[in-house]
């Protein structure tokens, strides 16, 4: 048995019917030419043969008496393919947004804990004759990082595939669940090596807190304790920060990669810096269109990875900063040199404290009372009322630079679906993926009902920032005063009334 980490915990505890915490991905492939086979048969025989090569589809969840310790990870020798994989036509005429659509609605339920915590959809009927395929997995299992390595695990880099070697054979224990006398043992003894592990870290996470908290002598010898001035602990309430239903909707949106890093380079910042930018303007222009748009600037939760170079394992090592959007500038390449900066500011303050962040803590009875709160905060629906700390999540993830091919056929893309929260209904991933970088915006469908508007806002914001950087160079490795205002990209639309929003199917 394996224990699971405070931080893999806590997407277990904080789980809710509404809040269901798996992260997916959507990939489109193209079927080898001439193919005339069963596509979700081999899908299975190929995920089958895979399996082995990833714990996280076969390790389960055992929990503990009377949840008095986190569960546990053991292996299950009794995985029913029939159920984690699964076969769905589209109705005609099997549209992009059709698949979009089926995919809200399949990423909208929880995950049966009673089995490993993953399903694979083989969705066909597409009227380009392509097939889509669609993977979620429980986050308590992996991040976004250790995602990256489970697709290793079931792409190859050619379309012959490659040789699997078979797994190591080992004994059965015969038994369906474990004795409570074993699990006892095992809560007491990882309790007890979660206690000695903390204590020992002890000095190391005073140090580091130390140097995030005391700042550094100025050029006249004193120490300046004063807060930034645009520092703020609490970000503007918008029509996303409300508490969210199961029902999700979700748009999946490609640019280059060639001219996302045109973008950076000519502008002189990062390639993270664009991506938010790019989210930034969008977000600007769909509440404005809404006479929604906040005076104060928007702000995002935006996910930090803790991992060392090289490290799949199958865990979350991650933890979260917010970066200022600038959502109330109106210039898109000053609002872009603003979010420049707060990432230059957050990646140094993540920098002295990275050391201090514990990943795995004991924390006795976490199950039933993480749970209770999380339970608490959502049918109170306080997120209604309290003030957000951050607008929505926006999480890029380096992905895979090369061609991939599953079970034959060639993956055309590769958009991630990931999981809106209470007060941040909506949640925006990147990632990167053979020469594209594919956007993929899931929202609660009550707050957002036209996550397609938004996405089409996005590329629109991409075009703009794209005409910027061809006809303004950098100065001095920093971005140049602004260029003449560009038209509008997108037209105005209609004030909408939040009581009066009609949700739309996904």
Same mark, same amino acid.
């Given at each position: ?42 899908? !299975? ?16 969840? #055992? ?9 546990? %990870? ?17 109705? !005609? ?18 995950? @049966?804990?009673?089995?490993?915590? %993953? ?16 993977? !979620? ?14 697709? +290793? ?46 204590? !020992? ?26 807060? $930034? +001035? @645009? ?17 999700? &909707? ?5 640019? $280059? ?7 950076? +380079? ?9 991506? #938010?930018? &790019? &989210? ?31 490290? #799949? &394992? ?16 109106? @210039? $898109?390449?000053?609002?872009?040199? +603003? ?18 962040? $514990?990943? @795995? ?146």
């Amino acid at each position: 048995m394996k224990h699971l980490s405070g931080v893999d915990s806590a997407f277990l505890h904080l789980e809710s019917p509404e809040m269901p915490m798996h992260i997916g991905s959507l990939n489109v492939v193209d079927l080898p030419e001439g193919y005339a086979g069963d596509f979700f048969e081999d899908t !299975k025989a190929h995920i089958q043969q895979r399996m082995h090569l990833a714990d996280v589809f076969t390790r389960k969840l #055992m929990l503990m008496p009377l949840d008095l310790s986190n569960p546990v %990870w053991v292996v299950d020798e009794d995985i029913d393919m029939d159920y984690h994989v699964r076969h769905v036509t589209l109705p !005609k005429p099997g549209t992009n947004r059709q698949l979009q659509l089926y995919v809200a609605r399949l990423h909208s339920s929880l995950l @049966d804990r009673s089995r490993p915590l %993953w399903e694979f959809f083989v969705i066909d009927g597409l009227k380009s004759g392509q097939v889509a395929l669609y993977c !979620k997995v429980h986050h308590a299992g992996l991040d976004g990082q250790a995602g990256v390595a489970v697709a +290793k695990a079931i792409f190859d880099l050619e379309p012959t595939g490659r040789a699997i070697k078979a797994p190591r054979p080992r004994g059965r224990r015969e038994h369906y669940q474990l004795g409570v006398a074993e699990l006892l043992g095992a809560a007491l003894r990882n309790t007890l090596n979660q206690s000695v592990g903390l204590v !020992k870290s002890l000095p190391l996470i005073a140090r580091s807190a130390r140097t995030a908290l005391i700042p550094a002598k100025g050029v006249n010898g004193k120490r300046d304790w004063s807060l $930034p +001035k @645009d520092f703020k602990i609490f970000a503007p309430r918008t029509s996303l920060n409300v508490a969210i239903t199961n029902q999700r &909707t979700f748009a999946g949106r490609t640019v $280059p990669l060639s001219e996302v890093k045109q973008i950076a +380079k000519a502008l002189g910042v990062s390639l993270n810096d664009v991506v #938010m930018a &790019t &989210t930034a303007g969008a977000l600007r222009a769909y509440l404005k269109d809404h006479n929604e748009l906040p005076d104060k600037p928007l702000c995002a939760a935006v996910p930090v990875s803790l991992r060392q170079e090289g490290d #799949m &394992t199958s865990n979350n090592q991650v933890t979260m900063v917010t970066m200022n959007l600038a959502t109330h500038i109106k @210039d $898109p390449l000053q609002r872009l040199q +603003k979010i420049n900066e707060s990432s230059a500011s957050a990646k140094v303050m993540m920098g002295r404290v990275k050391n201090a962040i $514990p990943m @795995d803590f004991p924390l006795p009875a976490a199950p039933w009372l993480m749970s209770a709160l999380a339970s608490l905060f959502s049918r109170s629906r306080l997120a209604n009322v309290m003030p957000p700390i951050a607008n929505l999540i926006i999480s890029n993830v380096q992905g895979i630079p090369v061609q991939l091919y599953f079970a034959g056929a060639k993956v055309v893309s590769y958009y991630p679906v990931s999981i809106p929260s209470h007060s941040m209904a909506l949640n925006v991933t990147v990632q990167s993926y053979n020469g594209r970088l594919d956007y993929g915006l899931i929202a609660c469908r009550r707050a957002v009902p036209d996550v397609n508007d938004l996405a089409d806002a996005l590329l629109s914001e991409h075009r703009t920032l794209m005409e910027l950087a061809q006809v303004k160079p950098t100065v001095a490795g920093h971005i140049a005063a602004p260029v003449e205002k560009l038209p509008q990209l997108t037209a105005k639309a209609p004030a909408r009334k939040r009581a009066k929003r009609v949700a739309v199917a996904g």
